[in-house]
């Protein structure tokens, strides 16, 4: 798949100040916190170290992990709060709807792998584990989506959602079912299909700019 040069510049841009975010749950190993919070983890040779006072927009967030890798870093649409996940089910929050800190909190009690999660406008939230989905809040045409997808047994392995009500599903690993997406996404994404490349992600910008990874090492972006 193809970019040129000037679309990864403003595709740089567009994005640098969430990979600058995400870039500070990096791996790399951090002394342990003075009066930190241990978090939802279920290896005992982990320990992940958040300090509240310091979890505010724009900060840093110190942790050390010293088994799980980190598989997720998501952002509520309102950019107030965010979700790391790691390992099988650990994870960390900041600001996130109750319902689902709880519904985290049981998924990792029970031992259920936390695949992914997405935020939706307006609160609404999805996380899917290894046995089903929670949900909360969604579009009732998205909602409804997910419902038959899950009916027809269908693969559903990521959802995003854009800040004016667009979503897509990604199932059976090139399949999507979208609402409300630019044309210029929904080119990309047919081309996938056709070819029968698997979807690993899509992500939207704030802006409507997108990125979308694919199986066969290669992305395609928004120009």
Known sequence: MNI???SI???AVRFSALAALALTFAVAAVPSVANAQPVA???ANTTLHIRPAHVVPGAKVNFQATQDNVKQVAFTQDGTGWLVLHGDNGYSS???P???TDRLDKLNTDGNVIQWAAFAPDGGWIISYDTGFSTS???TDASAKLKDLNTNNSNVTWAAFTQDGGWIFIYDSYGYSSKGLSK???AELDKLN???TPIKTITFAPDGSWVIIDDDNGYAASK
Do not use: D, E, I, Y
């Open 4 to 6: 040129n040069q000037s």
């Open 9 to 11: 510049t403003r595709l």
């Open 41 to 43: 983890t279920n290896n």
């Open 94 to 96: 900041k600001g996130l």
């Open 98 to 100: 109750t319902k689902m």
């Open 137 to 139: 809040g969604l579009p």
């Open 184 to 186: 210029g996404v929904v």
């Open 194 to 196: 056709t070819a029968q």
